[in-house]
């Protein structure tokens, strides 16, 4: 138990480190500092806070983030999750209230962490997820359309209907000029790539623009016009006037962050697993989540988390330890020392664009839409996640998902009572009177046989993800679902990044005994296909035979 709070910066230089390590850390760093930059002041100011705030945040808590992180590459940061909230929080209760929600969050994260929380979060359903992801994208590129377009608005309303009414009266008053340099910004970052993704596309279009609108004298507002000059270094360490009558009103507030930063920065964590091969350590991230959230309000810092985009650029750069996210934050404080002056040039349209395809990858749509072919309930739980986002609150929208969740698994649970993942690869874990037994059978010796008792739901689903990590891949692999009564989005999506990773190694997969509720929407996700129909089979025998025939260069 000890082990799981240890952060990885301890195990990896115990375990030594050598000077080809330090240049891969070296270069990621620097790479990913570079992307990060944009990225921080643009959050900052969708969030409603000055630039620099962001970048204080990107500093202060990437820093501490690297540093007690249980996951070897984590970049920490502010992240396109936290605007909503943190907007609602600064217009109710100021940036003082934002920094004792913050620092309230904080101390729930290491409390969750210390719990042995870690492994409870990542229990929450997928549907769940990518409802408030996508209804947080929506609103994110909502509120950027009067900036990319150049549009004043003097009251811009707090609910959806009321922005969307407010843009449509003002759209006389585009100016072409914002819009315009919005759009090369949006060019850039979309076509960019196709020359060198070494170089971000938002760092790009940032400098593209800021150049244009500076040498050409054009009329658009930028973060100087809007906001005055931005500082060239960390401000002092102030701490806030906390009272119990604003600790208990910011209390849901700051559990929705706390929330969104466990699952968004575990999220990462397991992306970047999938990245390295390593596999992280979910409790002492939650408390290096929490101790950066403590710290970073400290310094006038908003909200941060493990950031999956910017933790991907470090881990496609070459970072390895937890060194390549700690050069990171001083890249970035460099950066804020010596050119800090110069952000103040940087027009709002083309901050406006880098949200908007913020907005666009963090909306998952793609996913959204598969998950319409899932059972009734997961669509019940995605749409009402969303909506509530969308129109409501986005506190109230997770406080619901996550009792709407656990209220419809309660639900079938009452109906099937056995749930587990099993591998046989012992004849003790057979019945012997079972004439469908496995030790009836001769199983070749490149093929293992995997069965899943019970329903797939998304508990059963990270059980077995686990148990298929554990797994030296064989040449072939009968997944064997016989006790399987029933599977969801969480499963059917497990089964799906099982699929991929086997479709990598070259491991050739067969399923067996599977039933109607798991054949039908394994049909309409698509798996059916993209498995192949002759390799579903109604039991072990036909499936073991065709094993035999696949091993020995048979295709029938």
């Not at 984590?74 to 934002?98: D, E, K, N, R, S």
């Not at 697993?273 to 309000?297: F, W």
């Not at 506190?395 to 639900?411: C, D, E, P, Y």
């Amino acid at each position: 138990m000890y082990t799981r709070l240890v952060p990885q910066v301890v195990t990896c230089f115990r375990s030594g480190y050598s000077l080809k390590s330090l240049l891969n850390d070296l270069i990621a760093g620097l790479v990913t500092g570079i992307v990060a930059l944009p990225l921080a002041i643009a959050f900052a100011i969708a969030s409603g806070v000055k630039p620099e705030q962001g970048l204080y945040t990107a500093i202060v808590a990437g820093f501490l983030i690297s540093l007690f992180s249980g996951s070897r590459v984590q970049i920490g940061g502010p992240t396109g999750a936290f605007i909503v909230i943190v907007y609602g929080i600064v217009q109710q209760y100021g940036m003082a209230g934002l920094t004792v929600a913050t620092l309230m969050a904080g101390v729930m994260l290491v409390l969750m962490g210390i719990c042995h929380l870690g492994s409870v979060i990542k229990y929450l359903p997928y549907p769940l997820i990518i409802g408030f992801t996508t209804g947080i994208a929506v609103i994110i590129a909502v509120t950027q359309i009067p900036s990319f377009l150049g549009i004043t608005l003097e009251n811009f309303p707090g609910e959806l209907i009321g922005k969307l009414a407010a843009i449509g009266s003002h759209l006389n008053r585009i100016d072409p000029f914002s819009a315009g340099t919005g759009l090369l910004a949006l060019l850039i970052m979309i076509f960019w790539p196709r020359i060198t993704r070494r170089i971000p596309g938002s760092l790009v279009a940032i400098l593209v623009t800021t150049l244009l609108v500076s040498l050409c004298k054009l009329p658009i507002e930028t973060i100087g016009s809007r906001f005055g000059g931005v500082p060239d270094h960390l401000p002092a360490i102030v701490f806030p006037s906390i009272s119990f009558e604003l600790m208990r009103g910011l209390f849901a507030p700051a559990l929705t962050i706390a929330l969104l930063a466990a699952i968004e920065s575990l999220l990462s964590a397991v992306v970047a697993d999938g990245m390295t091969g390593q596999r992280h350590r979910s409790n002492m991230e939650l408390v290096a989540q929490g101790i950066a959230n403590i710290v970073s309000p400290l310094f006038g810092g908003i909200p941060a988390t493990g950031a999956i985009a910017r933790t991907a650029t470090n881990v496609k750069n070459g970072g390895t330890t937890p060194l390549a996210g700690i050069i990171h934050a001083v890249t970035l404080m460099l950066i804020l020392l010596f050119f800090g002056r110069y952000a103040a040039l940087i027009p709002m349209p083309a901050l406006a664009a880098i949200l908007l395809v913020v907005a666009y990858n963090m909306s998952e749509w793609r996913f959204f839409a598969k998950l319409f072919s899932s059972p009734r309930s997961d669509v019940l739980v995605l749409l009402t996640v969303f909506l509530l986002t969308v129109f409501a609150d986005l506190t109230v929208a997770i406080q619901t998902g996550v009792v709407l969740s656990a209220f419809l698994f309660m639900r079938r649970m009452e109906t099937v009572t056995q749930a587990g993942i099993i591998r046989l690869d012992d004849e003790d874990e057979e019945i012997a009177e079972d004439p469908n037994a496995l030790s009836h059978f001769c199983v070749p010796e490149d093929v293992e046989v995997f069965e899943i008792d019970g329903p797939f739901f998304f508990g059963a689903a990270s059980k077995f993800q686990d148990e298929i990590r554990k797994l030296r891949m064989p040449k072939l692999l009968i997944l064997r679902m016989r006790h399987v009564p029933a599977i969801d989005a969480t499963g059917l999506r497990a089964l799906e990044e099982m699929i991929d990773s086997m479709s990598r190694t070259g491991t050739l997969l067969l399923i067996s005994g599977i039933h109607k509720q798991p054949a039908e929407a394994m049909k309409k996700a698509g798996l059916i296909e993209k498995i192949g129909h002759d390799r579903i089979h109604k039991n072990i025998a036909q499936a073991i035979d065709h094993a035999k025939n696949l091993l020995a260069g048979n295709s029938d």
